[in-house]
């Protein structure tokens, strides 16, 4: 940031520089922190993280997330814990981001002999990870969110409803690069005492869900949950990889996976959205799909491309 002051210090002193003190205590009252100074935020460990909050990053400001970072969205929220757009940028180099843990138990008050009390139950759904959003009419104020080996999305987990989504990619113009790092949909129906269990497989959230002219270029990562493209979303595996006989679930090796393990992905594309495998230069597939985006594979040798760019998807 250009002032170098973090997050954490702004809620400590509890004014954000440019507002006075009355503005930034509402604000974290709130449950909600904006970001919108056009400049760079990061998130890291050593008190540097943010809990019980959701960050909302607009006017082409941009949040990092290092190693030993985390945002833990507020519990019994429809908000996720991280929504960005408008131009805005996330990059996940590390850490971990956790979506709304909806309807569980509270911790007891002091001095109360019971469990607490359950949860908001007029929500059922868990919370998202992140959103990330266009939040304007043209394809030029999309946000764009990068995720690296070591970074964590995760969807908030349920009581008795659905888990939460971990990113949720939103809007033309709106793209995510996920070069690794773990995706897991939140788990659902596991309880009202927030136990161990895994709860029912059929709630579990989203991975990745793309939509509404959105793109995520997937390099590599693991993902817990389908993958889902609608509405003109558009999911692009980057690897060698091909459809089961009912398209249901695609098979193989991401460009950038680790020892060239083989993974399966689970997806849905369904109201026009798109789950697009292209080849990639950096692998020998055996069979494989062209690397134009089309669902048909062929049986020719992986095309020799120019290397994109690192700003590139």
């Known amino acids: 940031m250009s002032d170098g002051t973090t997050h954490t210090e702004w809620a400590t002193a509890g004014a954000v520089p440019g507002t006075d003190g009355t503005a930034a205590r509402a604000l974290q009252l709130s449950?909600?922190?904006h970001l919108n100074d056009g400049g760079v935020h990061v998130v890291s460990g050593g008190g540097g993280s943010v809990t019980d909050e959701t960050l909302v990053v607009t006017?082409?400001?941009t949040v990092v997330l290092e190693a030993g970072g985390y945002v833990e969205a507020p519990?019994?929220?429809d908000w996720p814990?991280?929504?960005l757009s408008i131009s805005s940028t996330f990059l996940g180099k590390g850490g971990t981001v956790t979506g709304s843990r909806?309807?569980?138990?509270?911790?007891?008050?002091?001095?109360?002999?019971?469990?607490g009390d359950v949860g908001d139950l007029m929500l059922t759904r868990g919370g998202d990870g992140i959103h990330l959003n266009n939040g304007q009419s043209g394809p030029d104020t999309g946000s764009r969110g990068e995720f690296d080996a070591g970074s964590a999305v995760r969807g908030g987990d349920s009581s008795e409803g659905p888990g939460g989504d971990a990113l949720v990619v939103n809007g033309f113009g709106t793209v995510a690069v996920i070069r690794g790092g773990t995706f897991a949909g939140g788990r659902g129906g596991i309880g009202t005492g927030g136990g161990e269990g895994e709860g029912d497989e059929h709630l579990r959230g989203l991975s990745v869900s793309v939509l509404n002219g959105g793109a995520a270029h997937v390099h590599g990562g693991s993902f817990e949950g389908d993958m889902r493209a609608r509405s003109g979303g558009t999911v692009i595996l980057h690897g060698c990889f091909l459809p089961d006989g009912d398209g249901s679930t695609y098979r193989g090796t991401f460009a950038g996976g680790d020892d060239g393990d083989e993974v399966a992905i689970r997806t849905d594309?369904?109201?026009g959205g798109a789950i697009v495998p292209v080849a990639s230069s950096d692998l020998e597939c055996e069979s494989f799909p062209s690397s134009e985006p089309t669902n048909y594979p062929t049986s020719t040798r992986a095309p020799t491309v120019t290397r994109p760019s690192s700003g590139s998807p």
Do not use: K, N
């Open 75 to 77: 519990p019994d929220t």
């Open 102 to 115: 909806v309807g569980f138990v509270s911790p007891a008050a002091d001095g109360d002999e019971g469990e």
């Open 59 to 61: 006017g082409g400001t």
């Open 269 to 271: 594309a369904s109201g």
């Open 31 to 33: 449950d909600i922190t």
């Open 81 to 83: 814990a991280l929504r």
